[in-house]
């Protein structure tokens, strides 16, 4: 009897994946709960299990093709039965340490690597064998900058004008009659342009496609402030070490920006709302999107009533969240939803730009990096730890006036941490 192995259902909205990659190959011979597939959809990746043992006799979708919901991906014989596995003769090692050495190997061999879908592309398309790469990313993952480490490394050591390039001999000179030299003039030449193709990842596509949408069907605006961080900083060094105690997490600058966002939002319904047809739909509740940038692209999952949470509880469940993101573990629902988006670049660099909002939320709040300025205060220069932050704004909802209150507004309660408690 054959079973069909389907694409599953993988969320609301969630319609279509792309075959990311094979972990089984026909001919194998497979267990209940094998997982023989991943696909990829522009949410997160999931992996597709056997839910019958036997042979997966055929392989109907090729990696990189894109499938929907019901589709077959193989068929799975079950008559087969599971192989049986003979011992192979093993020859005795002729002292302990050549011993120690084979079983150290052997043990190697058995310990597959782990690695993330796009390094396994990667590696696959360069033809690199993955047990040689050390990983460096969650649990020694192998990730997409160690394949390229690792293929840049090759290049210096096998460079392209290699010896295979260069003549094995030399033949001896031929004497011949003394010949006028024809001068001609240097023909210029220009050597080849290395280019490469690569396809884009589902990911990248709806990302590519959902950033191209707010550019066109909203009426975006950004407007910037400063913050002095002064009061935060000190906040954070007197009372980190007793946090990290009783909580047993660091005191971050995420959850001081989620709690004054709340205060702001709050004071500033309509940057807490959407657009649905001729209604606007003003959301009481605020259910915070915290962007995290990944090997496989940005990803925005979703912190759920936010403001019944403590700072503990916040940053908890941000760090929970970047951790899920570098091991692929996402799934789609902690990433459904938002009413409100906070962006981080500070923590690349950005001195400063304009967020793009995510639709259909009408407002988003970029940080950027702690810089130490001279400012004016009191009539005097000081040098203060300073940041700019950025709101961009659905100018069809959102009037001028509200997006600079706003962003008042939470300087106001950052600059003043105390505030705080009372109106984040």
Not at 66 to 77: E, P, S, Y
Not at 306 to 313: G, I, M, P, T, Y
């Amino acid at each position: 009897m054959t079973v069909e192995v389907v694409v599953p259902e993988m969320g609301e909205s969630v319609l279509e994946a792309t075959v990311s990659a094979w972990l089984k190959k026909e001919g194998d011979y497979v267990n209940v709960g094998d997982v023989l597939v991943e696909l990829e959809t522009d949410k997160v990746n999931l992996e597709v299990g056997a839910k019958s043992a036997g042979n997966l006799a055929q392989i109907k979708v090729k990696q990189g093709q894109d499938v929907k919901v019901g589709d077959v991906l193989a068929v799975i014989d079950e008559k087969a039965g599971a192989p049986e596995v003979k011992p192979a003769p093993e020859a005795a090692p002729q002292n302990e340490k050549e011993g120690a050495r084979g079983n150290g190997h052997e043990r190697e061999r058995q310990s597959a690597p782990q690695i993330t879908p796009v390094a396994a592309r990667l590696a696959k398309e360069k033809g690199v064998n993955i047990s040689e790469i050390p990983g460096s990313g969650n649990e020694g993952r192998v990730t997409k900058a160690d394949v390229e480490g690792f293929l840049q490394g090759q290049e210096r050591v096998n460079p392209l004008q290699g010896a295979s390039q260069r003549p094995t001999h030399q033949q001896a000179p031929v004497e011949s009659e003394p010949q006028m030299e024809e001068v001609n003039e240097p023909v210029a030449t220009e050597a080849p342009r290395p280019e490469e193709r690569i396809r884009m990842t589902r990911r990248r596509r709806t990302i590519a496609q959902r950033l191209l949408e707010a550019q066109q069907t909203t009426a975006m605006l950004t407007t910037f402030n400063e913050i002095d961080m002064t009061a935060v900083m000190d906040l954070r060094k007197r009372r980190n070490e007793e946090f990290q105690k009783e909580h047993g997490i660091k005191l971050g600058i995420m959850s001081f920006f989620v709690k004054a966002s709340i205060g702001a939002l709050k004071a500033f319904p309509q940057v807490n709302a959407e657009i649905d047809g001729d209604e606007i739909v003003l959301k009481h509740y605020y259910d915070m999107g915290i962007a995290i940038g990944s090997e496989e692209g940005l990803v925005v999952p979703v912190v759920r009533n936010v403001d019944r949470l403590s700072f503990a509880e916040i940053e908890k469940q941000i760090v929970e969240y970047v951790t899920r993101t570098n091991a692929g573990k996402l799934t789609v629902d902690d990433l459904r939803g938002g009413t409100f988006t906070i962006t981080n670049g500070g923590v690349f660099g950005s001195m400063l730009s304009t967020p793009i909002l995510n639709p259909p939320q009408v407002g988003i709040l970029g940080l950027h990096k702690i810089e130490e300025r001279p400012i004016a205060l009191k009539g005097e220069v000081v040098i203060r730890p300073m940041m700019y932050v950025a709101l961009s704004y659905d100018h069809r909802i959102v009037d001028g006036r509200e997006a600079v209150l706003f962003l008042v507004k939470i300087k106001q309660l950052l600059e003043d941490p105390e505030r705080l408690l009372l109106e984040g």
